[in-house]
Every structure is written in C-alpha cells, then in structure tokens.
C-alpha cells in the first residue's frame, strides 16, 4: 500500500519562493546583527537531556522533545525502575539526549565549555531550528527557526540598551512599522512578590501572571487563589494592574508602592536608566513601552525582560523577546557570567512580512536566458553559448528537450524568463540566433559572434 504523503505534525516544506523569502529575512536580520558587532555561532540540533531539564520550569521541560536510545543502549533501560513504578527514572533510562528547545541555553553551554577560547563581553548570533513539543497553531510550530543576539561577560546597563537597539535597527531595515517593545524588570516582579507576602512563591506568581494574555485577569487571580495568594494580596495585585499612563509615570507610582522592596527599587532604578537612553527620538520604527504585567515564564531571567509585539493592523502573538540571566552559565559551572539575549520570531516575522506585503517583488533567482532546444546540431550550439554566458556570470539554461516551442515558451513565462533565444537549423547555417523578449513580446535577428555582447 502507498504511503500517505504528509509531513509530520508542526513542521512544514518550503519551496522556492519561500525559500527565496525566508533567506530574505535572514540576510536583513544577519546584516542587523553584523552591524552591532556581534559574531556567529553554531550548535548541535540535539543536546545531552541534563542540559536542557530543569531550566526552562515544569512547563517548559514537558515540551523539550526526547531522543529514544537505539542499539545496545536500549539494553540498558531500567527496567527494574519500570517494574517499581518508577516511572520518571525509567523514561531517563531510555533517552539521555533531545533536541534543542531554544538557543540561549545551549549557548550558555557553549560559554561555559569553550571559555577560555573567547573574549568577554562575547557577542554572539545564532540562527537555527528548534524544536518545541506544542501544540501547533497559527504562527506557533513544532519545528521552527529561532534568530537569538546574546552578549554576555558584562553587567552594564547600557548591553540593555544594545539589545533593544537592535530591534529598532532590524525591524526598521524589514521596514515593519508599528511594533512594540514592552518591557518589565524580574527585580521589579520580585518586589511585588515581596510586597504580596509571597516571596518564596515568586516562580508561581510569574507563571501566573505570564498566562494573562491567554486566560484574562480573572483566570490569573483564580490560579494564584489556587496558590494560596490570599485576598488581600489579590487587591493590592488589582491595583498593580490597573496602573496607567506614561512609563515615567507608572514607575513613579511604583516606587511609592514599593518603598519597602529593595529588589524592586533596583529594578525601578535600571528601567529608568533604560527609557532615558531610548527616549523616542533615539528610536526610529519601534515603540518601547513600560508593561507590568509582563511576565516571561522561563525562569532564568533576573533583570529586564522584553517582548515584542506586532503591529496592531497584524492579528499576531508575540515576534520576539528576552532578557537578562545572571545565573545561566552557573548551571555549567561558570559563575559570575551575565549575560542578556533577545530573540527575534523568525516565522511569525514572516507571516507579519507576507500579511503586510513587505517582501520584494522579484525575489526568487530565475533564469535571465532560456534557449530552445531544437534538438540535433542546433542543441550542441545552444549549449556551448550556454557556457559562454556562464562563464560571464550570466544564469541562463537550455530547455531539456526537443519539445514544441509553444510548451518551451510556457515554460519561460512560467518561470519568469524575459529573454528566449533561438538557435534553429535555419540560423546554425547563417550563424545567426533570434532573441524574444517575452515581456515585450518582440524578436530581433543577430550574429552569433554578438551573443555576448547583445546578452551581456
């Protein structure tokens, strides 16, 4: 029986045009990154499993797909961890390795295995697949690119600044107007965490609150009821929330509100060191936006932490993010190494690109000459002046067979190929092609020996 053609859940094929659009976007956000002095990397698509658990938090680590041993080392499952209902220590058992489930982590494992080779601050891009095990849905897939900027080896605020630079170069060079950048401080969340009572549950009241977007105010309050957040923790978080008005403006607020959070006063003080230097005339195409209830579930961030929107005209989640980690590179043994990354969504940047008709017209490379093939003696011709026009850079083919000239002109047009030349018996023996444009639908005579410099 035939197998079914289809692809695996969450992944996708490409063709040319979205190749040729894909490579677009990369060119520009490589270009972006070059220009901020930051230097390529690459890792492997797969990472040991005790690399990629335990940092991400209990949700992320249920969506980092596993690697099944194979061979001999399948021998080796514990089964007697199986037959005790061990279940967890038998699942590690059968699998030590999984993919990737985003690029900053294996990066903080680079910094850390390969620190004696590098110079600090390291600035570092990366772009390549990971794979997540979500549930796929519009702009969200199982296997997808990630573009991420890290710098790492340096404290200074103004790598802050660096980063979220960055963005407003790179989406001014997609020329995506209309994004948004909205910014919070985990020192910031750590203070409300304190000022709530629930200091030691700051990881639940992150996750939480993170899920706003999803399941609404009311939602988020039920799931920190859940928590044991009591009702007046709950009231004070109401009033958090409904804070308005200017960054300038809500920040102030907050330090009154938080005069008693040390954790939280420090994180006020770097967000307004942040908006100073990024004032709006320092931007060119991004808002930036102070946002409270931005929250970032992954549990390695510890300063500032972004988010980027789409513009209000695209029906679209988020198109980016990051923050700073201070404490990433400890997991590998390397203490005292900060670091801050933001990443750019490379799909959804896509769909934001092709919903907004930003792509450039002509982008797939084509042929800028087709020659007919009428077989025989006129072929062999056809072919050699094919070479000659490569050998001067200029891409060109000859249609594989003897077919009629109605099928060999579709065949340009389909592809896009302006300029057509004929080499029939007829002009074998004057020495002579024909050349058809066939976007202006004319034909003109001339001597073989002008080949080059009438397609040239």
């Given at each position: 029986?035939?197998?079914?053609?289809?692809?695996?859940?969450?992944?996708?094929d490409?063709?040319?045009?979205?190749?040729?659009?894909?490579?677009?976007?990369?060119?520009?956000?490589?270009?972006?990154?070059?220009?901020f002095?930051?230097?390529?990397?690459?890792?492997?698509?797969f990472?040991?499993?005790?690399?990629?658990?335990?940092?991400y938090?209990?949700?992320g680590d249920?969506?980092?797909?596993?690697?099944?041993?194979?061979?001999?080392?399948?021998?080796?499952?514990?089964?007697?961890?199986?037959?005790?209902?061990?279940?967890?220590?038998?699942?590690?058992s059968?699998?030590?390795?999984?993919?990737?489930y985003?690029?900053?982590?294996?990066?903080?494992?680079?910094?850390?295995?390969?620190?004696?080779?590098?110079?600090?601050?390291?600035?570092?891009?990366?772009?390549?697949?990971?794979?997540?095990?979500?549930?796929?849905?519009?702009?969200?897939?199982?296997?997808?690119?990630?573009?991420?900027?890290?710098i790492?080896?340096?404290?200074?605020?103004?790598?802050?600044?660096?980063?979220?630079?960055?963005?407003?170069?790179?989406?001014?060079?997609?020329?995506?107007?209309?994004?948004?950048?909205?910014?919070?401080?985990?020192?910031?969340?750590?203070?409300i965490?304190?000022?709530?009572?629930?200091?030691?549950?700051?990881?639940?009241?992150?996750?939480?609150?993170?899920?706003?977007?999803?399941?609404?105010?009311?939602?988020?309050?039920?799931?920190?009821?859940?928590k044991?957040?009591?009702?007046?923790?709950?009231?004070?978080?109401?009033?958090?929330?409904?804070?308005?008005?200017?960054?300038?403006?809500?920040?102030?607020?907050?330090?009154?509100?938080?005069?008693?959070?040390?954790?939280?006063?420090?994180?006020?003080?770097?967000?307004?060191?942040?908006?100073?230097q990024?004032?709006?005339?320092?931007?060119?195409?991004?808002?930036?936006?102070?946002?409270?209830?931005?929250?970032?579930?992954?549990?390695?961030?510890?300063?500032?932490?972004?988010?980027?929107?789409?513009?209000?005209?695209?029906?679209?989640?988020?198109?980016?993010?990051?923050?700073?980690?201070?404490?990433?590179?400890?997991?590998?043994?390397?203490?005292?190494?900060?670091g801050?990354?933001?990443?750019?969504?490379?799909?959804?940047?896509?769909?934001?690109?092709?919903?907004?008709?930003?792509?450039?017209?002509?982008?797939?490379?084509?042929?800028?000459?087709?020659?007919?093939n009428?077989?025989?003696?006129?072929?062999?011709?056809?072919?050699?002046?094919?070479?000659?026009?490569?050998?001067?850079?200029?891409?060109?083919?000859?249609?594989?067979?003897?077919?009629?000239?109605?099928k060999?002109?579709?065949?340009?047009?389909?592809?896009?190929?302006?300029?057509?030349?004929?080499?029939?018996?007829?002009?074998?023996?004057?020495?002579?092609?024909?050349?058809?444009?066939?976007?202006?639908?004319?034909?003109?005579s001339?001597?073989?020996?002008?080949?080059?410099?009438?397609?040239?």
């Open positions: 029986m035939a197998i079914k053609p289809a692809t695996p859940k969450g992944t996708r490409f063709s040319a045009i979205e190749i040729a659009k894909r490579n677009y976007i990369r060119g520009i956000l490589q270009n972006a990154f070059e220009y002095s930051f230097q390529p990397i690459e890792t492997p698509s990472e040991r499993l005790e690399t990629l658990t335990g940092v938090g209990e949700e249920r969506l980092v797909f596993k690697i099944l041993n194979s061979g001999e080392k399948v021998k080796k499952a514990d089964t007697e961890a199986l037959a005790s209902g061990a279940y967890q220590k038998f699942s590690r059968l699998s030590d390795k999984a993919l990737r985003d690029l900053t982590v294996p990066f903080a494992r680079y910094v850390a295995q390969h620190q004696n080779e590098l110079t600090f601050p390291f600035r570092r891009y990366q772009i390549q697949p990971v794979w997540r095990a979500d549930r796929p849905q519009h702009g969200r897939f199982q296997e997808f690119y990630q573009c991420d900027a890290d790492v080896g340096e404290r200074s605020l103004w790598q802050e600044v660096e980063v979220l630079a960055l963005y407003d170069r790179a989406f001014s060079d997609l020329k995506i107007e209309g994004v948004t950048l909205k910014i919070n401080h985990r020192k910031i969340l750590a203070g965490a304190g000022k709530l009572g629930a200091e030691e549950r700051l990881v639940d009241f992150t996750i939480a609150l993170d899920k706003l977007d999803k399941i609404g105010k009311e939602g988020v309050f039920k799931e920190l009821s859940s044991e957040f009591t009702p007046n923790a709950l009231d004070l978080l109401e009033e958090l929330l409904s804070l308005k008005g200017s960054a300038a403006k809500q920040l102030e607020v907050l330090k009154s509100i938080l005069s008693d959070q040390p954790e939280g006063l420090k994180g006020i003080e770097e967000l307004e060191f942040i908006f100073k990024l004032n709006p005339s320092a931007l060119h195409t991004v808002n930036l936006n102070f946002d409270l209830t931005l929250a970032r579930g992954l549990h390695y961030y510890t300063g500032m932490i972004v988010e980027v929107s789409a513009p209000e005209s695209v029906k679209m989640g988020s198109i980016g993010g990051g923050g700073r980690y201070d404490d990433l590179t400890a997991t590998f043994g390397l203490n005292t190494m900060s801050i990354g933001v990443s750019f969504g490379f799909e959804r940047i896509y769909l934001v690109m092709e919903e907004l008709h930003l792509f450039p017209d002509e982008l797939l490379p084509t042929s800028q000459v087709l020659f007919v009428f077989g025989s003696n006129a072929a062999s011709i056809a072919y050699s002046s094919v070479a000659k026009l490569r050998q001067q850079n200029i891409v060109c083919e000859i249609y594989p067979t003897e077919a009629k000239l109605k060999q002109l579709g065949y340009a047009n389909q592809k896009g190929i302006q300029k057509v030349v004929l080499i029939g018996e007829e002009e074998v023996k004057a020495n002579t092609f024909i050349l058809k444009d066939m976007k202006l639908g004319t034909q003109t001339h001597s073989l020996s002008d080949l080059l410099k009438v397609l040239a």
